[in-house]
């Protein structure tokens, strides 16, 4: 039989909360997540912190979170960017990010929040004391 019983406008057949085993919460750590921060994949290799392959043939992660691991791989990606190249909604892949942070197979890089920036007068104090110097 090849007829399909939905098509390409019916979406995807997996429904979200399944791509989470009906999780909506993620971990502390994945929580405080920003849409701008980056995911960067644990590179393959021999040193601390390196990741093979076969790490990805576990059978605790799904299709979306293999994903997730190979694009990163290829380049950072913020979490706003992986939730549109997967086309799913950004708080499932806060869950995803989340597991694959718990499993050590990605790593977060957060901007700086506003309040830790240097102030601006600070700054010229520096400049000004560097100058005097």
Known sequence: MSERWFDEAAGPVVRPYA?????????????????IALVIARTAGTGAGSRHEDDLHDPALTPEHVDIVRMCRRSPLSVAE??????????IVRVLVGDLLDAGLVRV???????????????????NGLRAL
């Open 19 to 35: 791509m989470t085993r009906g999780r909506t919460r993620c971990s502390p750590e994945a929580a405080r997540l920003d849409l």
């Open 82 to 91: 992986l939730a549109t190249d997967l086309d799913v909604p950004v708080g």
């Open 109 to 127: 890089s957060r901007p700086v929040p506003p309040a830790e920036l240097p102030d601006e007068n600070i700054l010229r104090e520096v400049i």
